[in-house]
């Protein structure tokens, strides 16, 4: 089957969809004796069983959830308010793109006039402010959201001090593969059946994959390490054996030696191939991640870390002409033979000033059914690793998904992006200090102990309050 | 009615009535002062002396906002260097070019009205909009500046791509933009008397010299104001920097301005942020103090003494 037949317009989903929201739909609407309706089957490993839910009573009132993306995403944004909508008569989803705007979110709750549903992919910056609802409770009450549909580690990333504050929605999935353009490694006499293991063995394929014109500008890169999630400190550090901060220790790994490692491999390689600047030109040219123009979509760069969503949107964006492979992201020499994977992604939280919070935490179980899912799988390319929908997806749907949904079960070690109130310092720190490694400003030595020194400051009144 | 040097309550009824119904009148603004205006500078300087993340209630800190932003904050006096370079340079530069086009467009040249349309489309269309334009003129390898320079047999140059060469990239693009400054001045030439220019000539004076001990002299207040505010906008710039650059490469662009924002709403430090911009208001005002104190060497006020003009 090609890829065409098999590809599933927006038109088509939409169709489908409203057939198969159309009886539930006419369920709701008779009103007034609120039976149990069946409103999903969940399957995991070890069970199945059928949840109900009872239809709260029907109120007119209007939700107000806000997400990051636009686009594909932000699109599958909406269907998932219209799908609500329409299986809750009476509640109005307003969908507003929050871009993640700090400004934006920041006055909002300041103001006490905070979203009743917020996505965001680091919620504890929230909780740890005591922004966010505490679910934990609802979740125990809960017919339709199973704790253990998830990997135990998912709700680590959005619980702070023993409280849950969010449930992984929208996309939620193993981070970081190594995807290999196939044309042009084939190309370089490279074997895709053996791909890198070890940063070493990537630098190698790198290099045979890299092509300057004579003024020493890139013409072709082979890997960027700052783009995809290469670009994230968790990567290089989960690929060294250690994870970022310990939330019970309330410590960053900072300060490990390891870290120093890694700024010198990332400087080595950038020098190597011309310096940051002749990086930062052909990013500027190109942009960077999955983005249609990007470098790796148009083929001039060949291979990337990068996450879940990566399958999808390749598909839906990048050159059809290309093909590409998928393996293991590569680690450090003294862990080849320990696979790594991450689990993370994005969270649907209630904000504790919500005018709503029981229909709030309505959308969150819609947001946690198979059929949320779909949406999103179809329409923007991600999901969420839930079992069920592990087992139910179609992984040849994307090519390449299947390494993505069997990697997290079968990597040595499985990490997540661990919760911390000061997220964003991490990543200002990251690239502050790498930047003036690369520069020159600073030795690797230096850069590592100032990112200890700041990011520990950061933290330490964070916690204080 | 005089109520000038007169107290309030010296006041006849009928000059307290019409006081208190001016108020009224202006209330709309007087409100949306205190509010908008009045009450946010006071808080800031509160702020300025606590812990504050915005969502949870402040904390006292004293003096130690200030007291890690000048002794422990490298990125702090990395961003003051950067926003002063900027200012330094963008701004003599800034009002020399619009100036220069000033007498250009003031000289009977063909399709004037034109030219002047044309140079001051740059302030007003919106900065954004500007930045993107920017972003293709600077691109490192399909702009328009580097397409040029290869078709002539030289070299790309990293525009927004080096530290070394991003704050002057950001510096010329500040100078496309002075359209203002150059109306303003446009406005001061057309001010000054053709009389004088007659009598610089029956005395001798050449071209130079009728720019120099005419001009110059008479559009000096011109100069001053823009200088001013050409000082207290470079301060302040954030725009251009966050879109073309985000700061970059290696924060060789990270304004002040740019890092006081990062700090107020993404590192959630509003009480950081406020000591930060308590800081900045000083140095404005400190520029402002040594502006206007030089002002009375080399800014012309006609008959008036300096103190008796402002």
């Known amino acids: 089957m090609n890829e065409k037949t098999k590809r599933l317009t927006r038109r088509d989903f939409l169709r489908l969809s409203a057939l198969a929201t159309s009886g539930a739909v006419i369920t709701a609407c008779a009103r007034p004796t609120p039976t149990p309706v069946v409103i999903e089957k969940v399957v995991t490993k070890e069970v199945e069983k059928v949840v109900t839910a009872t239809p709260a009573p029907v109120r007119e009132l209007t939700l107000d959830f806000w997400f990051g993306w636009s686009g594909v995403w932000g699109d599958a944004c909406k269907e998932l308010a219209n799908a609500f909508e329409e299986q809750n008569p009476g509640i109005t989803v307003n969908t507003v793109e929050h871009g993640w705007a700090q400004e934006k979110l920041l006055t909002a709750f300041a103001g006490g006039v905070p979203p009743d549903v917020m996505e965001h992919y680091a919620p504890i910056e929230f909780a740890a402010r005591e922004q966010l609802l505490d679910i934990d409770p609802r979740i125990a009450n809960s017919a339709v959201i199973d704790k253990d549909n998830y990997f135990d580690v998912m709700w680590a990333a959005s619980t702070w001090q023993g409280k849950l504050y969010g449930i992984p929605a929208f996309g939620f999935g193993a981070d970081d593969c190594l995807i290999m353009q196939n044309q042009a490694t084939e190309t370089a006499g490279l074997d895709l059946d053996d791909p890198p293991q070890t940063w070493d063995e990537l630098f190698v394929w790198a290099d045979k994959l890299t092509t300057m014109d004579e003024a020493g500008n890139l013409l072709q890169i082979g890997f960027d390490p700052r783009d995809g999630v290469a670009d994230y400190p968790y990567c290089w550090a989960n690929s060294f054996g250690m994870g970022v901060y310990d939330p019970e220790a309330q410590k960053f790994s900072f300060d490990d030696p390891r870290w120093v490692d890694i700024f010198n491999l990332i400087n080595d390689w950038i020098h190597h191939w011309g310096g940051p600047q002749k990086f930062e030109g052909f990013r500027e040219t190109y942009g960077g991640w999955l983005a249609p123009t990007s470098s790796f979509c148009q083929g001039t760069q060949i291979l990337q870390l990068n996450g879940y969503w990566s399958p999808g949107e390749i598909a839906l964006k990048c050159k059809k002409e290309l093909d590409w492979s998928y393996a293991w992201a590569p680690r450090a020499a003294d862990y080849k033979d320990e696979t790594y994977q991450i689990l993370g992604g994005h969270n649907a939280t209630i904000p504790k000033d919500s005018k709503y919070p029981d229909e709030a935490f309505r959308f969150l179980e819609y947001l946690s059914t198979d059929e949320a899912q779909r949406i999103v799988f179809f329409m923007a390319g991600g999901y969420v690793s839930t079992k069920s929908w592990l087992e139910k997806a179609n992984v040849d749907f994307y090519p390449g998904l299947e390494f993505y949904i069997n990697s997290p079960a079968e990597a040595d070690n499985l990490y997540i992006y661990e919760p911390c109130p000061v997220d964003f310092v991490i990543w200002d720190q990251w690239y502050t200090q790498l930047d003036a490694v690369l520069w020159g400003d600073k030795t690797a030595e230096e850069a590592a102990a100032d990112m200890y020194k700041n990011a520990t400051a950061e933290l330490e009144s964070a916690l204080a309050g | ?310």
């Not at chain 2, 600077?138 to 070394?164: C, E, H, K, Q």
């Open chain 2, 1 to 310: 009615m005089n109520t000038v040097g007169r107290g309030y309550l010296t006041w006849s009824a009928r000059e307290k009535r019409a006081f208190l119904k001016g108020l009224v009148f202006i209330s709309p603004w007087l409100v949306g002062f205190f509010v908008w205006v009045a009450y946010p500078i006071l808080s800031s300087i509160y702020y300025s002396f606590t812990r504050y993340d915005v969502l949870r209630d402040p904390r006292w800190v004293g003096l130690d906002n200030y007291r890690n932003l000048i002794l422990g904050d490298d990125l702090f006096t990395k961003t003051l260097l950067n926003t002063l370079y900027f200012a330094a340079f963008a701004v003599p530069l800034s009002n020399i070019y619009a100036f220069l086009l000033a007498l250009l467009l003031n000289s009977p040249i063909k399709l004037r009205s034109f030219f002047r349309t044309i140079f001051y489309i740059p302030s007003i269309v919106p900065t954004v909009a500007s930045a993107m334009l920017w972003m293709y003129i600077f691109n490192f390898n399909i702009g328009l500046i580097n397409n040029i320079l290869v078709s002539l047999g030289m070299t790309r140059l990293p525009w927004l791509t080096d530290p070394a060469w991003a704050k002057p990239s950001l510096i010329v693009v500040s100078i496309w933009s002075s359209g203002t400054a150059m109306l303003i001045y446009l406005a001061a030439l057309q001010d000054v008397p053709r009389s004088l220019y007659d009598a610089a000539k029956v005395d001798g004076a050449n071209l130079w010299r009728q720019f120099w001990n005419v001009t110059v002299p008479l559009v000096s207040p011109a100069i001053l104001f823009n200088v001013l505010m050409g000082f207290i906008g470079a301060f302040q710039s954030f725009t251009f920097a966050w879109i073309l650059t985000k700061g970059g490469p290696n924060n060789a662009t990270e304004f002040y301005a740019l890092y006081l924002y990062r700090n107020a709403f993404r590192h959630f430090k509003m009480g950081y942020a406020s000591a930060m911009a308590w800081i900045l208001f000083i140095i404005v005002i400190l520029v402002a103090v040594v502006l206007f104190k030089s002002s009375a060497r080399w800014v012309y006020y006609g008959g008036a003494s300096h103190e008796g003009a402002v």
